[in-house]
């Protein structure tokens, strides 16, 4: 069992930048790839970043590729996604996942761990 939680959230302008971060704990962190999805309302859950285990191989959505950047320290047992370059279309309630077995990240049913998410809202 592994349990996320997410903190960085919050209220930005366009063009401005917030860094997310996910704490894990529970199991062996390095043991879980780890992913980003975020839901807008009446939206579906969509991918933004996933990063493999050891070696950490990134993936993006292409609406965030070149703007946001995700990140692992395994010894401290977190996961991070640095946003920049924000734009009111990136707001939405962000999500960090685990994924143990999965080889695609790319979708909600790959994870098998969710944390409660935390809500970005970007002012135009």
């Known amino acids: 069992q592994v349990q996320l939680v997410e903190s960085g959230g919050g209220l930005v302008q366009a063009g401005g930048s917030l860094r997310l971060s996910c704490a894990a704990s529970?199991?062996?962190?390095?043991?879980?790839?780890m992913g980003w999805f975020r839901q807008a309302p009446g939206k579906e859950r969509e991918f933004v970043a996933a990063?493999?285990?050891?070696?950490?191989?990134?993936y993006y959505a292409d609406s965030v590729k070149g703007r946001f950047t995700i990140s692992r320290d395994n010894a401290k047992n977190a996961v991070s996604l640095q946003m920049n370059s924000l734009k009111a279309e990136d707001t939405a309630v962000y999500y960090c996942?685990?994924?143990?077995?999965?080889?695609?990240?790319?979708?909600?049913?790959?994870?098998?761990?969710w944390g409660q998410g935390t809500q970005v809202t970007v002012s135009s």
């Open positions: 996942a685990g994924s143990m077995w999965s080889r695609s990240l790319l979708t909600p049913s790959d994870y098998e761990y």
């Open positions: 990063i493999h285990r050891i070696p950490s191989r990134t």
């Open positions: 529970g199991r062996t962190f390095s043991d879980y790839a």
